[in-house]
């Protein structure tokens, strides 16, 4: 009786072998997707440390000696592009840190809010002496969460100008069609500037 059952595993292990050793011939003989190449130097720039899963409400950002708590972000969408807004408690207040990654390019801008400034978009203008030229404008979408004056979701316009001959910034966006615009002076700043402590994770 124990010979017969120890023929019967011997087969049934046979042929559990032979069932694996087609399957893996199959996959073999199977076309494989091709598979994708990966920018060596994705994250060479620091763009891994300012997405929207390190940065948000709740984040530290450290510029300069002085830290920032990041109350709420903005998630702007114009067709497949996308950037966003961190609103920023400390400092002068009314400032703000814009993250986009454009054509492989990370570009980081710090905001400060003008509400005193009565300019209107145009492409060229004017500020305290400076002139800046219009770069692009457009219409999207935009979600937000956190504390950040605006709904939670919309419509919103953008124009911005930048410098001419140098790296200070100027914007117009407005949210809604019957809204005024919101008028920000800005400036670039390098990924060194910064540093960032990580937003709690969302529970």
Request: charged share 20%.
């Amino acid at each position: 009786m124990n010979i017969t059952w120890l023929i019967l595993a011997g087969v049934l292990a046979i042929i559990a072998v032979v069932f694996f050793y087609l399957s893996a011939q199959k996959k073999k003989s199977e076309p494989q997707p091709p598979r994708q190449r990966q920018d060596p130097l994705k994250f060479a720039d620091g763009s891994d440390t300012f997405n929207a899963r390190i940065l948000g409400p709740g984040a530290i950002i450290s510029r300069g000696g002085v830290d920032y708590v990041c109350r709420g972000a903005i998630q702007f969408r114009q067709g497949q592009y996308i950037w966003h807004e961190y609103l920023l408690d400390g400092g002068k207040g009314s400032e703000y840190l814009s993250v986009e990654y454009d054509e492989g390019q990370l570009n980081l801008g710090w905001w400060i809010t003008r509400p005193d400034l009565a300019q209107q978009p145009a492409h060229d203008v004017t500020v305290e002496g400076v002139r800046y030229r219009k770069t692009e404008s457009g219409v999207g979408t935009f979600t937000s969460e956190g504390t950040t004056g605006v709904a939670d979701q919309g419509e919103f316009e953008y124009w911005d100008l930048a410098e001419v001959g140098g790296n200070r910034l100027l914007s117009f966006e407005r949210y809604g069609k019957d809204s005024p615009f919101e008028v920000s002076l800005g400036w670039t700043v390098l990924p060194g500037e910064l540093t960032v402590y990580p937003a709690p994770e969302a529970s």
